[in-house]
């Protein structure tokens, strides 16, 4: 199957999937934090927070975000997030 038809339908699913009120981006940036504390902490995050999932369902760029943050939470919930280097910018 060619790439555009299958981005066509998945474009079109996410089309009927939505809902006459729904969270926006910057909705979803205030509640991500504590979605995903939840989740890291073994908790029901989409029971709780149900127009979080679906936004995440529906919105590419805050998906990957939020991959981005769950997995720094994940690390340091297991103290694996390794200290900063300093990089030293060279001065000219």
């Known amino acids: 199957m060619p790439v555009y038809l299958e981005s066509f ?3 079109i699913r996410q ?3 939505t809902r006459d009120k729904e969270l ?3 909705g979803f940036y205030e509640l991500v934090p504590r979605y995903v504390d939840m989740e890291v902490a073994g ?3 989409s029971r709780h927070f149900p127009h ?3 936004h995440l369902e529906q919105c590419a760029e805050c998906h990957d975000m939020y991959l981005a ?3 720094v939470v994940q690390l340091d919930a ?3 997030v390794p200290e900063l280097v300093r990089v030293r910018r060279s001065t000219r």
């Open 9 to 11: 339908r998945q474009w």
């Open 15 to 17: 089309v009927y999937a």
């Open 24 to 26: 926006d981006c910057d």
């Open 43 to 45: 908790e029901d995050a």
């Open 52 to 54: 979080v999932t679906h």
């Open 69 to 71: 943050l769950r997995d």
């Open 78 to 80: 297991h103290e694996f």
